[in-house]
């Protein structure tokens, strides 16, 4: 039978495990960004990378950025090649 202090303090910061993988979408119009959006609040990955539509890209970037002070991801790039998501895929 656990003590009353075992009763009354409660662990509240419990190690998760977070997994350890990254996650590139390509393209980011409203797919891409409900798709983006839902890696982060799903904690799905550790890094999220975006790519293509340069014209966009960097604000919509700052903007998952901004959001994810409150999520769990730590790092969130772009770029306008394919580079930004190596090494999920090649572009030959």
């Given at each position: ?80 090649d394919y580079s930004a998501g190596a ?6």
């Amino acid at each position: 039978m656990a003590s009353l202090r075992d009763q009354l303090i409660v662990n509240l910061l419990m190690e998760e495990q977070t997994p350890q993988n990254k996650i590139t979408v390509v393209g980011v119009g409203a797919v891409g960004i409900a798709c983006a959006i839902i890696i982060l609040m799903k904690d799905l990955a550790d890094e999220l990378a975006l790519d293509v539509m340069e014209d966009k890209l960097k604000g919509e970037m700052m903007d998952l950025q901004h959001g994810n002070l409150f999520l769990k991801t730590p790092k969130i790039v772009s770029g306008k090649d394919y580079s930004a998501g190596a090494p999920n895929f090649h572009h030959d």
